[in-house]
């Protein structure tokens, strides 16, 4: 069985990770930052716009987005870059255990880390 896999961010970049990542086996869960411009209702949209990512699941919320992975957690941060990423560490980072891999996907300058 394929591990699950997580995206934080559903924007452009997210979304076509997220429908290569279920094409090749992995389920998927999703969550969109609540507040963005983006919004929850068009990322709804856009998660069942596509029929590969049809069977991903869509959370509302952070805590049960993260208690949906499996251990080690994967999860891919699609979220722009600069603030973003770091209120989404300081608020991921609760939700996640020793071993887990977060992964930064925002597009950050290499003198930003």
Known sequence: MMPSVGIIGMGGMGCNLGRNLVARGFALSLFHPPGDS???QPFRNVATQFPELQAA???DDLNSFARSLTSPRIIFMMVPPGNHVDDF??????SLSSGDVLIDGSNAHYDDT
Request: hydrophobic share 60%; aromatic share 16%; net charge positive.
């Open 38 to 40: 983006f919004g929850i």
């Open 89 to 94: 560490l300081t608020k991921v980072i609760s």
């Open 57 to 59: 699941t869509v959370f």
